[in-house]
């Protein structure tokens, strides 16, 4: 009997620094195991989870004509297509829907994934903004999960320094 170790879970976005991809495939090759590089739409709801993780999801928006889909974002994939390209790593995408600590926990969930990896804070007003009305999703996975969570760091600041969403 061959035994397949379980995956590792990322959390990808659009415009994310290349950084967390890159720390989560070097987690999956230490592991022997695939990477799986999930993106959240949390203007879009789930209505059905698929049995690889993926959701088939809907928009919140009452007037969008829009069909429902699992179609994970084209413009994302050849980004993480580029930042993986010669690493020894299997790798797969999934399109999540909704909160994106819950999807995420989710999938890790319905994989098994032996841990989710996420990028830390970004010290940006958007960001801020994002983070004051849903919470960050790191703390909420870290507080929610049974598996470890990995935060890779994108803008560390030496200790005794203000963190960026102190600042005034």
Request: hydrophobic share 45%; with cysteine.
């Amino acid at each position: 009997m061959v035994r397949v170790p379980p995956p590792v879970v990322v959390g990808v976005t659009a415009g994310q620094p290349d950084a967390v991809v890159l720390a989560a495939s070097e987690f999956a090759a230490m592991f022997g195991a695939e990477l799986i590089c999930a993106s959240v739409d949390p203007s879009r709801y789930m209505l059905e989870e698929l049995p690889d993780g993926s959701m088939t999801s809907s928009s919140f928006d009452p007037d969008s004509l829009e069909q429902p889909t699992t179609v994970f974002d084209e413009g994302l994939r050849a980004q993480i297509e580029r930042v993986l390209a010669g690493r020894k790593v299997t790798w797969s995408t999934r399109a999540l829907a909704g909160d994106p600590a819950r999807a995420l926990g989710t999938l890790a969930g319905t994989v098994r994934a032996v841990m989710i990896i996420v990028g830390s804070r970004e010290p940006t007003i958007r960001h801020n903004l994002r983070t004051f009305f849903t919470g960050s999703v790191a703390v909420r996975l870290a507080h929610g999960q049974q598996r470890p969570v990995v935060i890779i760091p994108l803008n560390p600041v030496p200790f005794g320094t203000e963190l960026p969403w102190e600042k005034e």
